[in-house]
């Protein structure tokens, strides 16, 4: 049997971030990737992007990850607008006056892993162990056993970070609640006839059947689109020809974007909220996805999981510094306590603004029209969106000392 203080359950960015932000103590980890053997490579053809906050780009700046220029997927302002004629918010890096002069930028999920995995190598941690789904959890009041086929291994502490991927729920005991949106995002790389003016413009665009997103990429006049759909829509556009899938998509663009003239890496997948819950006395927490999967509206999810990462890492780096229980409930509901707020403000917004956005009625839409209006014509307002949706203003309870740290070094330079 073999022995570690962390089990960590994943191998995606959110699992190796955690690994990288314990530092030296990473060493006391054992790193699993819960994916089955014969589980099949992402399908390249397929458009894969996560839209960083700059919150979250300095995050991985300070854990060594070395990223580069976005160019062109930098993100230099949000426009957020509804279906028809109506006002338009826009939110600039202006409004934070942020050194980087962006709100954000947008990275290939494969670049973004190599990177993280990449810093991991180098530094020589630990690698992860291709194990494959858990098979076998008992608890016990000092430590864990998790079993695969042939293995066994004992544990202070079991980490869920697979991205919620590997169904562990009713295995590791957790607590669920969710809701099916009956809605399926179709993602795509799309290119325009012709280049925005001024900065690279991100744009969540809302429609009956849900947001309409737009983030720039690295290629200058392409976009990342992801489009929320009934699933009778989304799997029909997947299949059509490119005519008929461009002029569909143009009769719904929003404004100030050029008309839609190429498409591929069409793929689409189902919408849904879920919330996992640990008992902290279970020696079991969560991460990322594995503890929220969100809607994609505002891409928040990856920017929530590095947040988790870098939190819990702190917390545990104190911990064995101390020489104390990594697993005990202290530690763990500590976490909990922490994270709350920032969870639950990003789900109360991704969820309300779905669901407002998504009743299709004359009165509520003059009402969002005019709720717009007055968003645009409210700088205060504005930059307290732009700075929440950024990663630079994290509830008081939630706040991460290392990101004040990095946030007061921009401020001053």
Same mark, same amino acid.
């Given at each position: ?8 359950? =994943?191998?995606?960015?959110? %699992?190796?971030?955690? /690994? +990288? !932000?314990? &530092?030296?103590? *990473?060493?006391?980890?054992? @790193? ?117 086929? =042939?293995?066994?291994?004992? %544990?202070?502490?079991? /980490? +869920? !970070?697979? &991205?919620?991927? *590997?169904?562990?729920?009713? @295995? ?242």
């Amino acid at each position: 049997m073999e022995s570690a203080e962390i089990a960590v359950l =994943g191998n995606g960015p959110v %699992a190796q971030s955690l /690994v +990288l !932000a314990l &530092g030296e103590y *990473g060493v006391s980890c054992i @790193l699993v990737d819960t994916r089955p053997a014969t589980a099949h490579a992402p399908d390249s053809s397929v458009e894969r992007t996560v839209a960083l906050a700059l919150g979250s780009r300095r995050l991985l700046d300070g854990l060594g990850v070395r990223l580069g220029d976005p160019g062109a997927g930098a993100i230099g302002r949000v426009q957020i607008s509804q279906a028809g004629v109506g006002p338009r918010v826009e939110l600039s890096h202006r409004l934070l006056q942020a050194p980087e002069k962006r709100l954000g930028e947008v990275w290939p999920l494969p670049v973004l892993s190599a990177a993280i995995a990449q810093t991991l190598q180098e530094r020589g941690t630990i690698a992860a162990q291709p194990w494959g789904p858990l098979q076998g959890f008992s608890w016990h009041p000092d430590h864990v056993q998790l079993r695969w086929p =042939g293995r066994q291994v004992r %544990a202070r502490l079991v /980490v +869920l !970070a697979d &991205g919620g991927h *590997g169904h562990l729920g009713p @295995l590791l005991g957790l607590q669920r609640r969710g809701w099916d949106h009956n809605r399926h995002a179709l993602i795509a790389r799309v290119r325009v006839a012709s280049e925005p003016q001024g900065e690279r413009c991100a744009y969540e665009h809302f429609l009956a059947s849900g947001p309409l997103a737009f983030l720039p990429v690295e290629a200058p006049r392409e976009f990342s689109l992801v489009w929320s759909l009934y699933p009778s829509q989304a799997a029909a556009l997947l299949y059509a020809n490119d005519f008929v899938f461009l002029q569909k998509l143009n009769a719904v663009r929003p404004q100030g974007l050029a008309a839609v003239t190429e498409v591929r890496n069409r793929g689409f997948y189902p919408l849904h909220f879920q919330q996992y819950l640990a008992v902290p006395e279970t020696r079991v927490t969560l991460l990322g996805n594995a503890a929220q999967t969100l809607h994609p509206l505002a891409g928040q999810g990856y920017n929530l999981g590095l947040r988790d990462s870098v939190t819990l890492a702190a917390l545990l780096r104190e911990i064995l510094e101390r020489g104390e229980d990594p697993g005990g409930t202290g530690v763990l509901q500590d976490f909990q306590r922490i994270r709350r707020r920032d969870r639950l403000e990003i789900i109360a917004f991704t969820e309300g603004m779905n669901r407002l956005f998504g009743i299709d009625l004359t009165p509520l839409h003059l009402l969002r029209a005019a709720g717009l209006a007055a968003l645009q014509w409210s700088p205060t307002v504005k930059t307290r969106l732009a700075a929440r949706l950024a990663g630079l203003r994290l509830p008081v309870d939630s706040s991460i000392p290392d990101l004040d740290v990095e946030n007061a070094a921009h401020a001053r330079s």
